[in-house]
């Protein structure tokens, strides 16, 4: 199966700072087969499709650019929600259930490492082309501390196979 990375910031990140298909690790709960990188025209789907279709429903709009996101708020609003959804995934934990393989127990660790629940992965600590690809966790922290109108700028884009 196939999906996509990408390589977020709170800066700009230039092209000599991208991660590279071969300098990818695979970061908790992930699997990479390998990458390969997306066309131009790929990109600006991808870039669309992370905002509108990823991302929770109206946090995000794309810039003119077509390069960078705007922050438009509602974190706290979708974090109460996705609060609720994990006391309702640990309330249906039980002694007897607890260490079935695919259960519950299984559903909230998966809940709290990818919030957003998808395939896509993110990278957002990075150094020297290199950078650990991880659920949406660490990327929903990054939003968490933004304020409205903050830009997330968009690096590299890859396809990976899983």
Known sequence: MHSTIFQIAEQPIGTDEYVG??????????????CREVSQSERAKLIKTLAHRILPAG??????????????GGFTEWSKEYTASLHEKAEAIIETNVFKCAGPAYRLQKAIANPLDTD???ITN?????GVAERSRQ????????????????????????
């Open 21 to 34: 298909i071969d300098h990818v690790e695979a970061g908790e709960m992930t699997s990479i087969d390998y």
């Open 59 to 72: 946090m995000f709009s794309v810039n003119p650019d077509g390069e960078t996101l705007t922050y438009k």
């Open 120 to 122: 896509t992965l993110f």
């Open 126 to 130: 990075y150094t020297e082309g290199m």
């Open 139 to 162: 990327l929903m922290r990054l939003i968490g501390s933004l304020q409205i109108g903050a830009k997330l700028y968009i690096g590299a884009i890859l396809d990976y196979h899983f």
